[in-house]
Each structure stands twice: as structure tokens, then as C-alpha cells.
Nanobody, 123 residues
Framework: QVQLVESGGGLVQAGGSLRLSCAASGRTFSTYAMGWFRQAPGKEREFVAAISRGGGSTYYADSVKGRFTISRDNAKNTVNLQMNSLKPEDTAVYYC????????????????WGQGTQVSVSS
């Protein structure tokens, strides 16, 4: 069992940056690949980024590639999402999730989810 708690959301102007963090409970964090997803009002939850168990492989949605960076610290049981050059279309609730299956880009692969953190980008 893994419990996930996100933090770091907020309101930022277009072009600005935010850093989201996800803290995981339990001693098995390093056995999970981790992902970030987002859901805007009236839209499906969509994949944003994912990172392998050891951190050696990362995956990004085309819409955020080059602007967002996912990282993890297995010693601290945390996964982060650095978001730069934010756009109004990045506005959504962002969720951290954990999985032991593939593909890591598919939300249906994920077993555990955080409660989400709101990111709002003004134009």
C-alpha cells in the first residue's frame, strides 16, 4: 500500500514556473514507477510525465516535453515535477500516481493516486 500527498500547486502567470512535489508513505517506494497526470474541468484525466523505479527513464506527453521535468528521490520517497514556461492550457488539477505495471503512460496502469493539487495559469 502506498499513500501519496501532492503539494506545490498554485496560481502563476503565463511563462512562470511551479514545482510540484509528491510525498509517498511506505518502505516500498522504489518498487513503483511514478507518474503525474492532470485533469482540467470537463476533460479526461491525461498523462503528463512518468519516471521509472530507479529514475533512469523518463516519459513525457508531447504537450509538456521541453518544459516539464520529472525527477525522484528514492531516499526521501518523493517525486517532483518542475514546470517551466507555463501556459494557460496547463491549468488543471495535477495528480501523482504509483504503478507496478506498464505502460506508464496509461492511467489505467496506476494503482495508487494522490488527492491532487490545483495549478492555475493566468494569461
Amino acid at each position: 500500500q502506498v499513500q501519496l500527498v501532492e503539494s506545490g500547486g498554485g496560481l502563476v502567470q503565463a511563462g512562470g514556473s511551479l514545482r510540484l512535489s509528491c510525498a509517498a508513505s511506505g518502505r516500498t517506494f522504489s518498487t513503483y514507477a511514478m507518474g503525474w497526470f492532470r485533469q482540467a474541468p470537463g476533460k479526461e484525466r491525461e498523462f503528463v510525465a512518468a519516471i521509472s523505479r530507479g529514475g533512469g527513464s523518463t516519459y513525457y506527453a508531447d504537450s509538456v516535453k521541453g518544459r516539464f521535468t520529472i525527477s525522484r528521490d528514492n531516499a526521501k520517497n518523493t517525486v517532483n515535477l518542475q514546470m517551466n514556461s507555463l501556459k494557460p492550457e496547463d491549468t488543471a488539477v495535477y495528480y501523482c500516481a504509483a504503478t507496478t505495471t506498464i505502460p506508464v503512460t496509461n492511467k489505467r496502469s496506476y494503482d495508487y493516486w494522490g488527492q491532487g493539487t490545483q495549478v492555475s495559469v493566468s494569461s
